[in-house]
């Protein structure tokens, strides 16, 4: 199962989270804006200072959950599924399941978030141009957010993967191109070089005695290039596995273990290694999967006395795939449940497991053989 951070709601049926790590953004913004900037420009008690700090931060927050959920509202209306939306340390990410089948798609989801996200800066500029002489308290954060919000959507739209701007540049790539994968690529690549550029930049402020906004824009940086270095990746490997189906990869269907089995009795190729997974049943039918991670989580002296009733995933946590899946898709269900294996089934019926394992051991056989020629 994916690790989703903290569910703060649901909005138009999409669930919401937040990361633990978002956490540090919002102190460290609310502490800027209480400590640093807000006693500069408007006079009030130290209390009031550390509540429009932290309001102000929320409200930036908002903004961006809005710009998130822009895209994947429009990912939706193209038939797209949205698993949730999460909150992170820097910005925000809608998971869909799959990415948008045309050029012109992509285009639309990409173009919604900067516009979003400018236009709701507009709208506080306009609060704060109508209450900065009679209302500073509104004026101030109001100010704050304008410049945020235009900021954010304007670097938003830099040419490079994983921002808004990358998307827009491989949506014009995949037009020209024909190619989806690579204009991935290419849009990637760009977003690593962003990445170098930023944090570059970072490093030379941090010199220049600039500390504050030197190692933000240094781990800006080092986020983006991480980021598109992720993306490039992905772009290879969906090269490699593109035309596959789990049928070309999936081990066959074998006897299952039993719920009331023991961690002692699991076969030892599992144990060894050689399959990162086992099918457990029930009258016939899957009822779950026991991976070898949970089976490490218990002490081997309490193997002989543990049920794989306490460690199984059970069947409604997991999806299974037929086996004209394609490959790439089948990983993306994996990735997004965090699941090394699943079972694969044609009209309910189990034929066998593809697991994570085969998928990258066929990864490198297919890059190493390339790399030989």
């Known amino acids: 199962m994916r690790a989703k951070g903290l569910r703060i709601g649901r909005i138009a049926g999409i669930p919401l989270y ?10 460290g913004m609310t502490w800027i804006l209480a400590d640093a900037y807000l006693p500069g420009v408007i006079d009030a008690s130290s209390a009031i200072y550390w509540v429009l700090g932290a309001v102000t931060t929320l ?13 994947a509202l429009v990912s939706r ?9 999460t909150l992170l340390f820097f910005g925000g990410l809608a998971e869909v399941d799959s990415a948008p089948s045309r050029a012109r798609d992509e285009l639309l989801t990409a173009l919604v978030g900067p516009a979003l996200t400018v236009g709701i800066g507009l709208l506080f500029g306009l609060l704060h141009a109508l209450t900065r002489a009679t209302y500073p308290l509104l004026a101030a954060p109001a100010r704050v957010l304008q410049h945020v919000n235009i900021g954010l959507g304007l670097f938003n739209l830099l040419p490079g993967l994983p921002l808004d701007g990358g998307r827009i ?24 070089w962003l990445g170098i550029l930023i944090m570059s930049a970072g490093v030379l402020l941090v010199v220049r005695m600039e500390l504050n906004i030197g190692v933000i824009a240094a781990l800006v940086g080092l986020s983006l290039h991480q980021s598109a270095r992720a993306a490039y990746g992905k772009a290879s490997l969906e090269q490699v596995l593109d035309g596959r189906t789990v049928a070309d990869l999936m081990q066959p269907h074998s ?29 016939g039918r899957v009822v779950g999967l026991v991976s070898l991670r949970r089976v490490r989580r218990v002490p081997r002296e309490a193997w002989a006395h543990t049920r794989l009733d306490a460690v199984v995933v059970r069947r409604d946590e997991i999806e299974s795939v037929s086996p004209d899946t394609p490959l790439v898709l089948a990983l993306q ?34 890059t190493g053989a390339r790399a030989e020629r």
């Open 255 to 283: 006897a299952m273990l039993s719920l009331n089995d023991t961690l002692d009795r699991l076969p030892q190729e599992m144990l060894m290694g050689d399959t990162s997974g086992y099918l457990v049943g029930e009258g």
């Open 59 to 71: 409200l930036f927050f908002v903004a961006v959950l809005l710009h998130e959920l822009g895209h």
């Open 18 to 27: 937040v990361a633990p790590t978002w956490l540090l953004i919002f102190g």
């Open 77 to 85: 209306a193209q038939g797209i599924k949205v698993r949730q939306v």
């Open 333 to 366: 269900r994996m990735t997004g449940n965090n699941m090394a294996q699943l079972p694969v089934e044609t009209d309910g019926e189990l034929e066998g497991i593809l697991s994570r394992h085969r998928i990258a051991t066929f990864v490198e056989m297919q």
């Open 169 to 192: 540049l491989r949506a014009a790539l995949w037009a020209m191109m024909d190619s989806p994968k690579r204009a991935t690529q290419w849009a990637a690549r760009m977003g690593q």
